[in-house]
């Protein structure tokens, strides 16, 4: 079995770096190694070769639970009811700035 077989047959994590400008992690790509700790050492040296990174988080994709793109309508239309969410009707005075 060659080097590569053997890397794809590791499970596929999920990378998320936080930068030192940032305040959330954010995905940059994914990888497959052994481990979480092989994850993490690998993660540091493919995604924050430049010391950009503050922290690293690795998660087995197999763990990810994600939404269905064709049910976006059943999942984010019931919020639109909810006009007290977006409170776009109220009159925001001018030195309050940006908000």
């Given at each position: 079995m060659?080097?590569?077989t053997a890397l794809k047959e590791w499970p596929l994590w999920e990378v998320f770096v936080r930068s030192k400008q940032g305040?959330?992690?954010k995905h940059c790509g994914s990888l497959h190694?052994?481990?979480a700790k092989q994850a993490l050492d690998?993660?540091?040296?493919v995604y924050t070769r430049r010391q950009?990174?503050?922290?690293?988080?690795?998660v087995?994709?197999?763990s990810i639970t994600a939404s269905?793109?064709?049910?976006?309508?059943?999942?984010?239309?019931?919020?639109?009811?909810?006009?007290y969410r977006h409170p776009t009707f109220y009159?925001?005075?001018?030195?309050?700035?940006?908000?």
């Open positions: 060659s080097n590569e305040l959330e992690h190694a052994s481990d690998m993660a540091r040296d950009e990174g503050v922290s690293i988080w690795v087995p994709s197999k269905n793109p064709d049910e976006k309508g059943e999942l984010f239309d019931p919020a639109a009811d909810k006009i009159d925001i005075p001018a030195e309050v700035g940006h908000m």
